[in-house]
């Protein structure tokens, strides 16, 4: 259910788009990876790039490593010079953000807080899953059921919000979208998930949607499993223009929806997708695309719609590919992979498969693509990156680059650098194009 908790300021609604985290133009700034994905719209896509490293080893081309306290899944971002990652540490009950120096790797600051009540988790999942975002002023974190709070760049807490337990046998990953005078978190999954806008200055909630509960008599998908591990998001929404306006869109259990970011009030929702979503929706050509986990349903819509727009929907794939990482989108088309290292080229417009092929090495992956140019990036979960070329003819492999240490994060770029979190260390990789 939606609620419009406080009326927001008419400053607030004249406020130009341009001051939100990267903008809504779908590009960071060439020295800032400032969000999961690196921008409001979660297009993994950078432009202002035009050096990225494309080989590299465990020592070759390594600017820096440093190691961390304990492994975990959640993605760095960037900005200027300091590099911002999510870490809890069990032994201590914590979970925190820690802030290194970008040019030695130096840590700055690790502030958090202590969590000691039970909270469900899968062993790969570990706490802190969710990656950080910022404004250039203040980074803003989800802690799961431990709350979201907000930093500055000193380390300073400036507020902190708790949103209630989470309780989902696989945890949480959900990071904070950055929109003009809003953080907006999707607290969940599980019983009671809710998705948010808070005020960025004092963590207010500004507007709550409650998301509805699923219930098994809705099954359509021919979906099978049992527990309530098959039903959850763990999707991250993202913020795309279109038509003259803002949506909000985000993959719920058996719904795509787009809500108004300003005051949450819902704009369109299509159905067809499973109980379960890991990866976040992706848009192209004034199309949405939000594929379900587990084999689950893939389903494609047209932005700018009203209401239910189920039967207007470009396509639905049932039992389809979908995996864990989000793909990225290049000229009308999609790349993304399944969890088992096969990647896949898909037509938006039609949702046919073009080719598909496993890709080199040890392939299975967590994480998300990025794309620089007709160069598509994606890291294994043993380390390696593969880069190959986005083209809809045929798989092209043109690198591959490993570090050697296990890792479910997506790697980030700035600057002509690399950096890859694993379960042991921060990495830089910096050097020149091959």
């Known amino acids: 259910m939606f609620q419009q908790k406080t009326s927001l300021p008419a400053s607030l ?23 999961w994905r690196g921008d409001v719209s979660g297009s993994g896509v950078v432009t202002a790039e035009t050096s990225l490293p494309l080989d590299w080893g465990a020592e070759k081309n390594v600017k820096w490593r440093v190691p961390l306290p304990e492994r975990g899944n959640s993605t760095p971002i960037v900005h200027g010079g300091k590099v911002f990652v999510t870490q ?10 820690m802030c290194f120096d970008r040019a030695n790797g130096k840590l700055l600051w690790k502030k958090g807080m202590t969590y000691s009540k039970p909270e469900r988790t899968h062993r790969t999942n570990p706490y802190c899953s969710a990656s950080p975002a910022t404004d ?30 989470i309780d989902h046998e696989w945890g949480n990953s959900t990071s904070p979208v950055l929109y003009k005078d809003l953080c907006i978190q999707y607290h969940g999954p599980g019983k009671g998930a809710h998705l948010v806008g808070l005020d960025k200055k004092t ?59 300003q005051t949450g009030k819902e704009l369109w929702h299509c159905e067809g997708l499973n109980p379960l979503v890991y990866t976040s929706p992706v848009f192209g050509d004034g199309t949405v695309v939000a594929l379900g986990g587990y084999h689950g349903n893939s389903i494609a819509v047209k932005t700018g719609g009203e209401g239910n727009v189920t039967d207007r929907r470009l396509w639905q794939e049932v039992r389809h590919n ?6 990225v989108v290049k000229d009308g088309h999609l790349y993304y992979h399944n969890s088992s290292g096969i990647v896949y080229c898909l037509a938006i417009e039609s949702g046919k498969t ?28 043993s380390g390696e990156t593969v880069v190959f070329k986005a083209t809809p003819q045929k798989f092209e492999s043109i690198t591959r680059s490993t570090i050697g240490e296990t890792t479910n994060s997506s790697l980030i770029v700035s600057e002509g650098e690399i950096f890859i979190r694993t379960h042991e260390a921060l990495w830089c990789i910096a050097g020149k194009e091959s």
Not at 143 to 165: I, M, P, T
Not at 322 to 327: A, E, L, M, R, T
Not at 365 to 373: P, R
């Open 354 to 381: 073009l080719w598909e092929e496993r890709l080199p090495g040890r392939g299975k992956s967590w994480g998300s693509f990025i794309l620089s140019g007709d160069r598509v990036y994606t890291l294994s979960q």
């Open 88 to 97: 809890a540490i069990d032994s201590e009950k914590f979970r925190g953000l």
């Open 136 to 165: 250039g002023e203040h980074v803003y974190v989800s802690f799961g059921s431990a709350g979201v709070a907000c930093y500055d760049f000193s380390g300073e807490q400036q507020w902190h919000r708790n949103l209630g337990a």
């Open 203 to 261: 963590g207010k909630t500004v507007w709550k949607f409650e998301e509805p509960a699923w219930k098994p008599g809705k099954r359509t998908d021919g979906f099978r499993g049992s527990g309530d591990g098959v039903i959850g998001s763990f999707s991250t929404p993202i913020i795309v223009r279109t038509g003259g306006r803002d949506e909000l869109i985000m993959s719920f259990p058996m719904e795509l929806k787009a809500f108004d970011p």
């Open 13 to 35: 609604v004249a406020a130009s788009l341009l001051i939100s985290c990267g903008g809504l133009s779908g590009l960071p700034a060439k020295d800032s990876w400032p969000a």
């Open 322 to 327: 979908g995996g864990i990482g989000s793909g």
